[in-house]
DNA sequence: AAATAACTCAACCGCTGTGAA
DNA sequence: GTTCACAGCGGTTGAGTTATT
């Protein structure tokens, strides 16, 4: 048996894009009437379209509840997990996106994100990073690759179910259930999460107040209003398209990584927080500012993570083992849509007593603009603050040891992206 | 300024699943 | 059990737009 034709061939149907007459007329019938059968709608509304192409005029574009134009962070990163775990059911993606549809979904993955991973190194049908590539591991590589193909089924069957409740309501997250899934395997990073909570925040409290980590997700709903005392925040400023060519961004293959991921993005409120790329630069690579940095004691190399909508491009909130005190207010290029305005911060840590610094960047024209300024922003660091780095210091060495037998690295640390945050939302070197 | 290439995304095509008759 | 209409889905197209030469 054939399959019957969807509108009558014998009657002249428009085809192609729809004028605003015909979508005020549909817009007109389906509010009145409801869309009821789409076959017969056209006829009703006095439109000479065929059923289907009113139904997706409706469904794709017309639809009051539409959400249009660009994609945040958070959804690149939703759809890519998600594809990750569903492949190309993006009825399934859409329902975990609110106001968005599939086609648009669909176009934008076949636009945009699958491109974005390929220009990564990172197949975007298996979510791997390929041997040859040497581009930005993304920190939602991770939680796609080897844990969670061992459980395929069952996250998608997650999946489904959560699909199939969000047409009822407004879901939980589909993440979270799939990072709940997982909690039987045991992970460093809340070991880490443990010892900051019992060592590094007593460590803190007489200089700082109440100290704590904060996952980057909440950051962004930090009060600052409250004003710093100055000079003590450096805010920088930074044309983000250099970034990637003065850090000689390198791929960082971590077995920790591919094993652990997803229980660390747990920890750090995944997938609400927006950072999603972790690199580690390469030191000869680096500029002399960053070779100061990654040549400190304790030879650790710089890492940081890489946000914002135009992966690879922004650079936010730089952190080494003894960067992750970074002061409060730390700054940060998403949610503004303008990662020109992308502020930076970093602690130096020549010397105990030395100062809190905001890094000139490379570029220099920017360098040059802020060379007056930068000095007169620097602060006293008293000796309390670089003991208690140091303590926190040696708490991730504890971490990359006890990790060593299991391929892992120092690596380990980047889910961890945290700022420290004091009471009060402002970092004053005067409290010391 | 013009030609061309690249990109975007609305719309279409054809298939599958579902349920009623 | 079969037929059929219909909704929904994913793949693909191509007109329009934007960027590049």
Same mark, same amino acid.
């Given at each position: 048996?054939?399959?019957?034709?969807?509108?009558?061939?014998?009657?002249?149907?428009?085809?192609?894009?729809?004028?605003?007459?015909?979508?005020?007329?549909?817009?007109?019938?389906?509010? *009145?009437?409801?869309?009821?059968?789409?076959?017969?709608?056209?006829?009703?509304?006095?439109?000479?379209?065929?059923?289907?192409?009113?139904?997706?005029?409706?469904?794709?574009?017309?639809?009051?509840?539409?959400?249009?134009?660009?994609?945040?962070?958070?959804?690149?990163?939703?759809?890519?997990? =998600?594809?990750?775990?569903?492949?190309?059911?993006?009825?399934?993606?859409?329902?975990?996106?609110?106001?968005?549809?599939?086609?648009?979904?669909?176009?934008?993955?076949?636009?945009?994100?699958?491109?974005?991973?390929?220009?990564?190194?990172?197949?975007?049908?298996?979510?791997?990073?390929?041997?040859?590539?040497?581009?930005?591991?993304?920190?939602?590589?991770?939680?796609?690759?080897?844990?969670?193909?061992?459980?395929?089924?069952?996250?998608?069957?997650?999946?489904?179910?959560?699909?199939?409740?969000?047409?009822?309501?407004?879901?939980?997250?589909?993440?979270?259930?799939?990072?709940?899934?997982?909690?039987?395997?045991?992970?460093?990073?809340?070991?880490?999460?443990?010892?900051?909570?019992?060592?590094?925040?007593?460590?803190?409290?007489?200089?700082?107040?109440?100290?704590?980590?904060?996952?980057?997700?909440?950051?962004?709903?930090?009060?600052?209003?409250?004003?710093?005392?100055?000079?003590?925040?450096?805010?920088?400023?930074?044309?983000?398209?250099?970034?990637?060519?003065?850090?000689?961004?390198?791929?960082?293959?971590?077995?920790?990584?591919? *094993?652990?991921?997803?229980?660390?993005?747990?920890?750090?409120?995944?997938?609400?927080?927006?950072?999603?790329?972790?690199?580690?630069?390469?030191?000869?690579?680096?500029?002399?500012?960053?070779?100061?940095?990654?040549?400190?004691?304790?030879?650790?190399?710089?890492?940081?993570?890489?946000?914002?909508?135009?992966?690879?491009?922004?650079?936010?909130?730089?952190?080494?083992?003894?960067?992750?005190?970074?002061?409060?207010?730390?700054?940060?290029?998403?949610?503004?849509?303008?990662?020109?305005?992308?502020?930076?911060?970093?602690?130096?840590?020549?010397?105990?007593?030395?100062?809190?610094?905001?890094?000139?960047?490379?570029?220099?024209?920017?360098?040059?603009?802020?060379?007056?300024?930068?000095?007169?922003?620097?602060?006293?660091?008293?000796?309390?603050?670089?003991?208690?780095?140091?303590?926190?210091?040696?708490?991730?060495?504890? =971490?990359?040891?006890?990790?060593?037998?299991?391929?892992?690295?120092?690596?380990?640390?980047?889910?961890?992206?945290?700022?420290?945050?004091?009471?009060?939302?402002?970092?004053?070197?005067?409290?010391?």
């Amino acid at each position: 048996m054939g399959r019957a034709p969807c509108c009558d061939e014998r009657v002249a149907l428009k085809k192609g894009p729809w004028t605003p007459d015909e979508d005020q007329k549909l817009v007109a019938y389906i509010q *009145k009437h409801g869309h009821g059968s789409w076959r017969h709608l056209p006829e009703k509304a006095g439109l000479a379209r065929c059923g289907k192409s009113c139904r997706l005029r409706w469904t794709n574009y017309l639809r009051p509840d539409i959400k249009r134009g660009r994609f945040t962070n958070e959804e690149d990163q939703i759809i890519i997990q =998600l594809h990750a775990i569903l492949g190309n059911r993006w009825s399934a993606i859409a329902s975990h996106l609110p106001r968005r549809t599939d086609n648009e979904i669909k176009n934008y993955w076949n636009t945009h994100l699958k491109k974005r991973l390929s220009q990564m190194g990172i197949d975007p049908v298996t979510h791997k990073t390929s041997s040859a590539g040497l581009a930005l591991a993304p920190a939602w590589t991770p939680l796609v690759s080897t844990q969670l193909t061992h459980n395929t089924q069952w996250h998608s069957a997650l999946a489904e179910a959560e699909a199939r409740l969000s047409q009822l309501s407004a879901p939980p997250s589909l993440l979270s259930e799939l990072q709940g899934s997982a909690t039987t395997v045991p992970h460093p990073s809340a070991y880490f999460m443990r010892s900051w909570k019992t060592k590094v925040e007593d460590t803190l409290r007489p200089a700082f107040g109440t100290v704590k980590l904060e996952p980057h997700r909440e950051r962004l709903n930090i009060d600052y209003s409250t004003p710093a005392p100055t000079p003590n925040i450096t805010r920088l400023q930074k044309p983000l398209q250099d970034w990637n060519t003065a850090l000689g961004i390198q791929t960082t293959a971590s077995p920790f990584l591919e *094993k652990y991921a997803a229980m660390a993005m747990k920890d750090i409120g995944f997938p609400s927080q927006t950072t999603n790329s972790v690199f580690q630069s390469k030191p000869d690579l680096l500029s002399d500012m960053f070779k100061e940095i990654s040549e400190r004691p304790g030879n650790h190399p710089v890492f940081g993570f890489v946000t914002d909508d135009q992966l690879g491009v922004g650079l936010e909130n730089h952190f080494s083992p003894t960067s992750i005190l970074q002061g409060p207010d730390s700054d940060s290029c998403s949610g503004s849509g303008d990662n020109s305005d992308c502020n930076f911060e970093f602690l130096h840590h020549d010397a105990p007593g030395s100062s809190y610094h905001s890094f000139p960047l490379i570029d220099g024209e920017y360098a040059a603009e802020h060379a007056q300024t930068s000095a007169s922003m620097s602060v006293d660091i008293p000796e309390s603050f670089w003991q208690a780095e140091q303590h926190a210091v040696s708490l991730l060495e504890d =971490l990359k040891n006890m990790d060593a037998s299991e391929g892992g690295g120092l690596e380990m640390i980047v889910p961890l992206s945290f700022d420290v945050v004091s009471n009060g939302g402002g970092f004053d070197p005067s409290q010391f």
